[in-house]
């Protein structure tokens, strides 16, 4: 297996490494930024000529860039869920008010119930008694 190496472009390359053992043209096509190639195509005199030396550093930046792309990304899913949760509490806590003022009206209407029965003159204990007797 080849032995890759990392380098550092500034801008896309075509690279032509001559012809393979059947005379077909070996081209690569390399895209800016942080790559990884055989060193073969590492030590061509073209790639020499555009690729900047790669330092730990710029490893260390690219990683870094790549775990805050991630995180930006995580962070954009939670946010749409956590504006979902919002909006779903939003909503309950609504609901739950809307069923405590109709609790409070059913509550008013039975008091208003209980006192209309109250008010309400009941047979005297002697006539319902009377009433028993003669039937």
């Known amino acids: 297996m080849p032995k890759l190496v990392q380098i550092l472009l500034s ?3 075509t690279v032509n490494l001559g012809c393979d053992e059947q005379g077909q043209a070996k081209t690569v096509v390399l895209q800016a930024g942080l790559q990884e190639v055989e060193q073969e195509v590492a030590e061509h005199w073209f790639v020499k000529a ?3 030396e790669v330092t730990s550093s710029d490893t260390q930046s690219h990683e870094l860039q790549q775990a805050l792309d991630k995180a930006n990304e995580d962070l954009r899913v939670l946010q749409a869920q956590a504006d979902a949760a919002t909006t779903k509490i939003s909503d309950l806590t609504t609901d739950v008010k809307d069923r405590d003022e109709e609790i409070k009206n059913l509550k008013i209407q039975l008091a208003k119930a209980q006192q209309a029965d109250a008010s309400k003159p ?3 204990p002697a006539e319902t008694e009377t009433k028993a007797k003669g039937k």
Do not use: I, T
């Open 122 to 124: 009941s047979d005297p």
């Open 50 to 52: 555009h690729a900047q």
């Open 11 to 13: 801008k896309q390359l």
